[in-house]
């Protein structure tokens, strides 16, 4: 027999299991680390869901948020970045511009990287962004600036997008 909170975490996560590994590849820039990133976040969420009153959501992408963060000070000294990929892409541009893409976001901190799915992806306003990751509005507003002007430094063609025009 399950308990109210088991059964209102079971719904929980056949829910919202997609989006969050959505995010939490869009947090990594891996499907696997993603995996484990979920998988964290979810059993972190287990053991204080019944703390947890009202809307669920925000409290679980909280602890998805901090423990990118943590992995990623954790991980930093034994992973580190190189120029040059084992495998050569194919010669399709779409390719091509996602793997740019991907290469320039992996040079944000993850605190940026954070902020820029969340204000972007996840569509979330200044404010809520700041709520979530525990920030004041200023510093999201300041730390988001940075983020976009280093991606357009790397990826120029950003900077041009009808999206930065508006």
Do not use: C
């Amino acid at each position: 027999m399950t308990t109210p909170d088991a059964a209102d975490y079971e719904a929980f996560v056949a829910a919202r299991i997609a989006a969050l590994s959505r995010t939490a590849y869009l947090l990594t820039g891996n499907h696997h680390d993603a995996e484990d990133l979920v998988q964290t976040t979810l059993f972190k969420a287990a053991r204080s869901w019944h703390r947890i009153t009202g809307e669920p959501e925000p409290y679980v992408r909280r602890i998805m948020y901090n423990e990118n963060v943590s992995r990623w000070r954790r991980r930093r000294v034994a992973e580190f970045a190189t120029s040059r990929l084992p495998e050569q892409p194919a010669a399709d541009a779409d390719v091509d511009t996602r793997l740019e893409l991907q290469r320039a976001l992996q040079t944000l901190t993850p605190r940026q990287r954070t902020m820029l799915v969340l204000r972007f992806f996840e569509d979330l306003t200044e404010e809520r962004t700041a709520a979530a990751m525990g920030l004041s509005v200023s510093t999201v507003k300041s730390e988001t600036r940075r983020a976009l002007a280093r991606l357009g430094q790397r990826f120029p063609e950003l900077e041009r997008s009808p999206a930065r025009d508006g």
